[in-house]
């Protein structure tokens, strides 16, 4: 009997730290640790007007008018392709915009305007996030983060900085663009 209590102590061994771990898992007892900085887009939008082969992009609707947290956004634009240093030819900022902008020309410097239509409107409408974010577009345009608008010089620029962290990381591993 002695060698059987032996082999029933090696299964037990072996067994429990599966059957413990089987267990938190199922309990939702362990929170994995995130990486990313902005909200994953669950599941992923695809809009085919974003497409652009071998190009990643920024993306923000422009409000009619455009206030503290619209400058911060544009700002971020502007700064975060700059900052990626060798990987800004794999980076474009687009603005969209229903109709000719409103805003001072200053603010849209550097930026690529995109006008589009109600239904483009409407489908950023239905995002989780509206159209108070910038989001991340892969090359196929499938949009998949988004960094809702914040406000304050020190929120702003932590943004940018979250948004150039996640940028590079999707840069780095991407097998597109």
């Known amino acids: ?6 082999l029933l102590m090696v299964a037990v061994v072996f067994a429990l730290p599966i059957i ?17 900085r902005g909200q994953l887009l669950q599941p992923a939008v695809t809009v085919t007007a974003f497409a652009k082969p071998q190009t990643w992009q920024l993306i923000y609707w422009l409000p009619p008018t455009c206030g503290e947290r619209c400058q911060g956004a544009l700002f971020n634009l502007r700064q975060v392709p700059q900052a990626a240093g060798a990987d800004s ?3 474009q900022s687009v603005v969209l ?12 410097q550097g930026l690529e305007l995109r006008q589009v239509s109600g239904s483009l409107r409407q489908q950023l409408i239905q995002l989780e996030y509206g159209l108070t974010s ?3 577009a892969d090359p196929h345009g499938n949009m998949l983060m988004a960094y809702p608008l914040v406000a304050g010089e020190d929120a702003i620029l932590m943004q940018g900085k979250d948004v150039l962290r996640d940028l590079k ?3 780095k591993v991407s097998k597109i663009g």
């Open 169 to 171: 990381r999707l840069l």
């Open 89 to 91: 030819v794999r980076l």
């Open 1 to 6: 009997m002695n060698k059987y209590h032996l």
């Open 134 to 136: 910038i989001y991340i």
């Open 20 to 36: 413990i771990a089987k267990l938190i898992l199922q309990q939702q007892w362990y929170q994995g640790g995130v990486t990313n």
């Open 97 to 108: 915009v229903a109709d000719q902008p409103t805003s001072s020309n200053a603010l849209l």
